[in-house]
């Protein structure tokens, strides 16, 4: 398949340090990617992501602090976060949010905090967004009406009625891995319910890989499980669904069609 654009990936993950090179630079133009944004979550990661935007064309970046990593920052955080920003080729804020699963890793009210601040940031510089939303629903949706970004919120796993939320803000839906799961009513309802051009798909890899490959490290080319899954429930070929995805995303981060 052609037209595969992740949305959402890591591919400075450690997981990739023995075939990154070979990954990125062949085995997956080669399978019909066409594009990827590479993720921050946090300032060492802001870098790293910016050199991979730098080694390969079809890599962009986006630059941010995830709510797992708030808690202990600099005191210049956000100007660092600012600088990589203004960088080529650095697209997105992101990947930025709330995450009340890992309360261990930073308390709500600082998690708020940070991704108040990133939001300013991004209507600032007329960025978009790429939110993390795990089990703070009402939270998240509570930051995006009052700063209402432009974005998206990635790995979408909440019910049809809060996407249809997320949508009435402008905002699109980014969906992974996860519908191909046995048990993944909401995603699978989303799915079939979604405008096709405010969809987006991503891998979040090295994590969430599709079945038949669930629990196995995830690539950008397993999109097409994705993809051939989505067609299912809405009656349409995957090669559709990854044509509009495309079209979404580099419309959303404004990259120019190859």
């Known amino acids: 398949m052609r037209n595969i654009f992740d949305s959402h990936a890591h591919y400075d993950d450690s997981q990739f340090d023995g075939d990154r090179e070979e990954l990125l630079g062949q085995v997956l133009p080669e399978k019909g990617v066409s594009g990827i944004i590479n993720m921050a979550a946090d300032l060492n ?4 992501t910016w050199e991979l935007t730098q080694r390969y ?19 210049d955080w956000l100007e660092q976060v600012r600088a990589w920003l203004g960088r080529p080729k650095m697209v997105a804020v992101g990947e930025i949010g709330l995450d009340y699963h890992w309360l261990d890793a930073c308390p709500k009210d600082r998690q708020q905090e940070v991704f108040g601040l990133q939001l300013e940031l991004a209507k600032e510089l007329s960025l978009p967004v790429v939110v993390h939303d795990r089990e703070a629903h009402a939270d998240t949706l509570s930051f995006l009406r009052q700063y209402r970004p432009a974005g998206v919120v990635h790995c979408f796993s909440g019910s049809w009625e809060t996407a249809k939320e997320i949508l009435n803000l402008g905002m699109y839906i980014g969906l992974g891995g996860v519908v191909t799961f046995k048990n993944a009513r909401h995603p699978v309802e989303v799915a079939k319910n979604i405008p096709l051009d405010r969809l987006l798909l991503e891998t979040d890899c090295p994590y969430m890989a599709p079945v038949p490959f669930r629990g196995k490290r995830n690539d950008s080319s397993l999109i097409a499980y994705v993809a051939e899954r989505i067609g299912e429930v809405r009656g349409q070929p995957a090669e559709e669904i990854l044509q509009a995805a495309e079209a979404n995303a580099r419309r959303l981060f404004a990259i120019d069609p190859k």
């Open 45 to 48: 990661s802001c870098q790293t």
């Open 57 to 75: 064309g079809y890599v962009y970046g986006a630059a941010g602090i995830h709510p797992e990593e708030a808690r202990d920052l600099p005191h």
